[in-house]
Every structure is written in C-alpha cells, then in structure tokens.
C-alpha cells in the first residue's frame, strides 16, 4: 500500500471520526511516514470519558479503512486538552 493510500484513508477515518464524535473529540492527521500515522486529537475527552478509549476509536476507525491490524506506539500530552498518538500498521 503506497504513503499516498495511507493519507487518504487515514483523512477519511479521522473524517468519519470527526463526525460522529466532534465537540468533545476532534481528530487532525498531522502525518504519514514509513507506515506509522501521527494524529493530534483534542478536546474535552478527558473529563467526560477515558483518554484510551477515544484514541482507540480512531485505530478502529483507521482498521475498517486500512484493512489491517493497527498498533498504537505512543501517546504524548501536549497540552490540557491535546495529545498527539502514533498509530503503526501492522
């Protein structure tokens, strides 16, 4: 699968997530390299639910897209409300 394949269907899942889960979760592809997907997602998740749970809603969502298992590297806080995630496909 090429890089250009990977951003595609990586905008359409953090679309698709965006919809059904915007205010309290937004998700903004920030890259793709080497077969690894770099997102921020932010907003008031953490005081409403917990922080894993809407981070793993976009691997599923990058899992129906992609076709392939999807393994989440790291999570980094940014700030309060933000935290950039490296997803891996498997």
Do not use: H
Not at 62 to 69: A, F, H, S
């Amino acid at each position: 699968m090429s890089k250009y394949e990977i951003e595609r269907m990586a905008r359409e899942a953090a679309e698709r997530y965006n919809k059904y889960r915007a205010p309290e979760a937004m998700i903004k592809l920030l890259s793709v390299k080497d077969n690894a997907i770099e997102a921020l997602i932010s907003g008031s998740f953490c005081r409403s639910c917990g922080l894993y749970d809407w981070i793993e809603d976009y691997k599923y969502e990058l899992m129906d897209m992609i076709g392939t298992q999807i393994e989440i590297v790291y999570i980094e806080q940014v700030n309060e409300e933000s935290f950039k995630v490296k997803f891996k496909i498997k």
